[in-house]
T-cell receptor, first 114, second 112 residues
Framework: NAGVTQTPKFQVLKTGQSMTLQCAQD?????MSWYRQDPGMGLRLIHY???????DQGEVPNGYNVSRSTTEDFPLRLLSAAPSQTSVYFC?????????????FGDGTRLSIL | SQQGEEDPQALSIQEGENATMNCSYK?????LQWYRQNSGRGLVHLIL?????REKHSGRLRVTLDTSKKSSSLLITASRAADTASYFC????????????FGQGTILTVHP
């Protein structure tokens, strides 16, 4: 059971370039989310999805787009990379429920914007 | 903005000692969770405590929750070098989406 898989693990971009961070889960989880982790800041929610075709913004959505066409996949798109987006990005998934569910995290994508 | 504030920011102990980390939060919560993050890896769920619970145990972990003080603590007993990691608290806002708001974390180093 692979859990949550993120690709790539590392990426270096130039300012203005675009790219897509991939996230896939094989646990049939309804809820998926993207966080960024910066030193001293903990994790901050970028976007989340409660099911295929449904997405919403988190705390820091500017500069990022998401879509959810299948239950398994939740890609994060950087439209025009900026140095402020240098960070470690984590994807997470959980089964949706009224009581908070533990989230399963991928191992992250380390992104540097030059 | 960060819901949780963790204390201390860093903790260094010897193997066999107990480690206590604290988390304070600002708004009402439905649940509070603790996660561990090993260097270079994703977060791993440790334990969840609901707002109507005061204490919960899981192996060498003990979590307490005081909703009147908006605080929680994580105790790791008989620490091992393998417990070296960052530990984060995360609060649940009570909606069906289960969005989590994370604290800044405590870096725990256990010396053999």
């Amino acid at each position: 059971n692979a859990g949550v898989t993120q690709t790539p693990k590392f990426q270096v971009l130039k300012t203005g370039q675009s790219m897509t961070l991939q996230c896939a889960q094989d646990m049939n989880h309804e809820y998926m989310s993207w966080y960024r982790q910066d030193p001293g800041m903990g994790l901050r929610l970028i976007h989340y999805s409660v099911g295929a075709g449904i997405t919403d913004q988190g705390e820091v959505p500017n500069g990022y787009n998401v879509s959810r066409s299948t239950t398994e996949d939740f890609p994060l798109r950087l439209l025009s990379a900026a140095p402020s987006q240098t960070s470690v990005y984590f994807c997470a998934s959980s089964s949706q429920g009224r009581v908070g569910q533990p989230q399963h995290f991928g191992d992250g994508t380390r992104l540097s914007i030059l | 903005s960060q819901q949780g504030e963790e204390d201390p920011q860093a903790l260094s102990i010897q193997e066999g000692e107990n480690a206590t980390m604290n988390c304070s939060y600002k708004t009402s919560i439905n649940n509070l969770q603790w996660y561990r993050q090993n260097s270079g890896r994703g977060l791993v769920h440790l334990i969840l405590i609901r707002s109507n619970e005061r204490e919960k145990h899981s192996g060498r972990l003990r979590v307490t929750l005081d909703t009147s003080k908006k605080s929680s603590s994580l105790l790791i007993t008989a620490s091992r070098a393998a417990d070296t990691a960052s530990y984060f608290c995360a609060t649940d806002d009570g909606t069906s989406y289960g969005k989590l708001t994370f604290g800044q974390g405590t870096i725990l180093t256990v010396h053999p």
